[in-house]
């Protein structure tokens, strides 16, 4: 079936909402179609994801033309108790530099060595 991403077997570290939060952290317009890629999620996940940030606070988003802007409240606590006084701005600032991290460090390992 085309469009759906590989299946993941085991447990993670992060939750889909995590994931998908960090993917429009990075982009705040990026498609719901290019987020389900990025976390290998179906559209229809990342749908359910999104409507579940929206309906409690996380995140809003408004139209512009054919696209949709998210909008993120960086202020807002994380929900389990055991994050007490975590904010969303803490959880992205880890989650996104660790992205831009990960990219750097591909980049440079995909590089040919230089010959001396």
Not at 4 to 16: A, D, R
Not at 41 to 68: C, F, M, P, W
Request: aromatic share 4%; glycine share 6%; hydrophobic share 35%.
């Amino acid at each position: 079936m085309d469009g759906v991403p590989e299946s993941h077997t085991g447990w993670t570290f992060l939750t889909n909402h995590a994931r998908v939060l960090a993917a429009i952290a990075d982009n705040h317009s990026a498609r719901i179609r290019d987020i389900a890629a990025h976390c290998r999620l179906t559209e229809r996940a990342v749908q359910k994801i999104i409507a579940d940030l929206e309906q409690d606070g996380y995140l809003s988003h408004t139209r512009e033309g054919r696209t949709n802007t998210y909008r993120i409240d960086p202020g807002k606590v994380l929900r389990h108790p055991a994050e007490a006084g975590l904010t969303v701005a803490s959880l992205m600032s880890l989650l996104v530099k660790d992205e831009v991290d990960r990219a750097t460090t591909s980049a440079v390992r995909s590089r040919p060595h230089a010959s001396t």
